[in-house]
C-alpha cells in the first residue's frame, strides 16, 4: 500500500491528516509498508491478475486540462480488462457516443485513477496508472489480443494502462451486490431442491389419483 499512498499524500493531503489527527496512523503504515521496497512501480501479483481477470467492468477516473475530473464505467465480458504483463493493463475502445471525453484528457495529462469492485464479495482493487491510447489501425497485433470475441462492436482504439500503484480497499459499507451470472450459481441448489420437490409432488399425487381408481373399482367398495 505505501507506493499508493506515497503517490495519494499530496502536500495538502497530509495537512489534512494532521488536522485532523491521522497522520501519525498513516505514516506508521506508510513506514512499514515501504520496509524493503524501492520507488519503481508496483507489480500486480497472482491475487490482482485473478481479480483483475475476472471483473465485467470497471470505474475510470481522468482529469481535464481544466481540473475537472471525469468517472465513467467501462463494461465488458468477463477477461476484457487484459493483464499485457505484471504492470501493464489493456482493453479495447469500442465506437461508443463519439464524446472522447477521457482519450482527451489523457492527451493532456495521462494520469488515470480505476476502482474494480467484487460487489458479490465485498471487495475492492484501486489502482493508479498512466494511460496511452493507440490506433487500432496501428498495431494490428495488439488490436487482435485485445478483441473482444463475439462482441459485434468495432474498435476503434487500443488502451495500455502502466500500473503504477495500487490498493486493497476496506470492505466496510459495500453493499453485496449479485450479477445474473452470479445468481444462477448460488441459486443452483435451490433449483435442485425445488425440481425434486416438483417431481415428489408430482409422484405423491400420482400415487392418491392410482388409490382413488381403485377405491372406484373395488366391488366391495361403498354404495
Not at 441459486?187 to 381403485?214: C, F, K, Y
Amino acid at each position: 500500500m505505501s507506493k499508493y499512498l506515497d503517490i495519494a499524500t499530496t502536500p495538502s493531503v497530509a495537512a489534512a491528516q494532521e488536522h485532523y489527527g491521522s497522520a501519525v496512523q498513516w505514516a506508521r503504515i506508510g513506514a512499514r509498508g515501504r520496509s524493503g521496497e524501492t520507488s519503481e512501480s508496483q507489480r500486480l501479483g497472482p491475487p490482482e491478475l485473478a481479480f483483475i481477470a475476472a471483473r465485467d467492468g470497471f470505474y475510470l477516473a481522468s482529469v481535464s486540462e481544466t481540473g475537472w475530473p471525469y468517472v465513467q464505467y467501462r463494461g465488458g465480458p468477463a477477461g476484457f480488462l487484459s493483464t499485457i504483463d505484471d504492470g501493464t493493463l489493456g482493453f479495447a475502445d469500442f465506437r461508443g457516443n463519439r464524446q472522447y471525453i477521457t482519450t482527451g484528457n489523457v492527451q493532456a495529462n495521462d494520469r488515470v485513477s480505476l476502482f474494480l469492485m467484487d460487489y458479490a464479495h465485498r471487495r475492492r482493487l484501486k489502482i493508479f496508472g498512466h494511460m496511452r491510447i493507440i490506433d487500432a489501425a496501428d498495431d494490428p497485433a495488439l488490436a487482435e489480443r485485445l478483441a473482444v470475441p463475439g462482441y459485434p462492436g468495432r474498435v476503434e482504439r487500443l488502451v495500455l494502462i502502466a500500473v503504477q500503484a495500487f490498493d486493497w480497499n476496506c470492505p466496510q459499507h459495500i453493499t453485496p451486490r449479485f450479477t445474473q451470472a452470479e445468481l444462477e450459481v448460488v441459486l443452483i441448489p435451490v433449483r435442485d431442491e425445488l425440481a425434486a420437490l416438483r417431481r415428489e409432488n408430482e409422484r405423491l399425487r400420482h400415487e392418491l389419483q392410482a388409490a382413488a381408481e381403485h377405491r372406484g373399482n373395488d366391488p366391495g367398495g361403498s354404495l
